[in-house]
């Protein structure tokens, strides 16, 4: 009986003598991982991971390499971990003027790399003391005392902090939005068609073209829209290669005139335009028998004529002479309400 119950004691002690073994061991193997992440992590940011090799690239006719990584702040040595990389493109941005972008990349385990693109200078701002020259996307190049020659000039913008470096802002915060939207797009279809653009009033802004084209806009709102109907007004048959005025009416039409005066004569006075809706088309890309309305011209004083209408029938470009869907009809009877007021005060 007493044998029985020592074995059970011995047992008993074995049990928690392996419990208290693998606590030890578990916590052994804690402190043996952790003192290797500390010590690789260590490593990491001393010797490992450091900067033996700086490559510029991109485009940058200014610059050289050295004068880019300088800027910079980086330094052979420095360890890729422990690099704050938009700090240092912000500091390329700002000490090198005619850098538009910049972007510093870790190539691991011991290279750099800086990306950087060229600022094309592409607008001037008039300001109270002169002009700012200004990139396509709104840095400031240069603060000069006359306009750079061939370029677009914005009037009206009130800058807010005209410092060479800095992207331009304006004192109004509208403005700043439709100057950004103005430049987008005319920088896409390209600086050379339009030779200024007056913001002083943002509720009528007037875009000048080179092609003698003045076009009244209206507010800040809708700018690429507006450009757009703009542009193809001033391709219509009846506007092209003429000298005049687009004026928005509402939202969706424009009007185009010789003279700014509401009475002037001339050819193509009083007509307007309704933005143009690419017919529908069925699974093949066939064009669909519906109407369109796409032009109407008021009366003129010369003529005194009824209210014309052309549209475009699907499959064909002549009269539309088919059937107009419910939808179409309900817009074309909308759009020559709306023309009322415009033939009286044409007449």
């Not at 080179?210 to 076009?215: A, L, S, Y």
């Not at 219509?236 to 004026?247: A, L």
Request: charged share 25%; net charge negative.
């Amino acid at each position: 009986m007493k044998d029985v119950k020592k074995t059970q004691v011995e047992r008993d002690n074995s049990k928690k003598r392996l419990r208290r073994r693998k606590r030890k061991m578990s916590l052994y193997t804690f402190i043996v991982v952790s003192l290797v992440l500390i010590a690789g992590a260590s490593a990491s940011y001393t010797f490992l991971f450091n900067i033996n090799e700086i490559r510029v690239s991109g485009e940058s006719d200014r610059y050289t390499a050295e004068q880019i990584v300088a800027a910079s702040g980086i330094q052979k040595g420095d360890n890729l971990l422990r690099l704050n990389v938009k700090k240092s493109e912000q500091k390329i941005l700002e000490e090198l003027i005619y850098v538009e972008t910049a972007l510093v990349d870790r190539d691991f385990p011991s290279s750099l790399e800086i990306k950087v693109t060229k600022c094309v200078p592409s607008f001037n701002v008039q300001t109270e003391g002169g002009f700012l020259l200004v990139s396509t996307y709104g840095k400031i190049l240069a603060d000069n005392s006359f306009p750079t020659e061939g370029l677009p000039l914005f009037y009206g913008y009130d800058p807010k902090e005209p410092v060479p470096g800095k992207p331009l802002e304006s004192e109004d915060e509208q403005k700043s939005e439709a100057f950004k939207e103005l430049i987008e797009r005319v920088g896409a279809t390209g600086t050379e068609l339009v030779t200024s653009i007056d913001m002083t009033d943002k509720h009528d802004i007037l875009v000048n073209y080179t092609n003698g084209i003045v076009f009244k806009m209206g507010n800040w709102t809708d700018i690429p829209y507006k450009l757009d109907m703009a542009e193809h007004v001033m391709n219509e048959e009846g506007v092209s290669g003429k000298s005049g005025y687009i004026t928005m009416i509402g939202k969706n039409q424009c009007s185009f005139r010789t003279s700014d005066s509401p009475s002037g004569g001339g050819i193509g006075t009083g007509e307007v335009y309704s933005p143009v809706k690419q017919p529908a088309t069925d699974s093949n890309g066939m064009p669909l028998a519906t109407a369109q309305v796409i032009m109407t011209t008021a009366p003129t004083e010369q003529s005194g004529s009824e209210t014309q209408t052309q549209a475009v029938q699907g499959g064909s470009y002549g009269s539309a002479q088919g059937e107009i869907n419910d939808e179409h009809q309900e817009m074309f009877d909308r759009f020559n309400q709306q023309q009322k007021p415009t033939t009286a005060s044409a007449n």
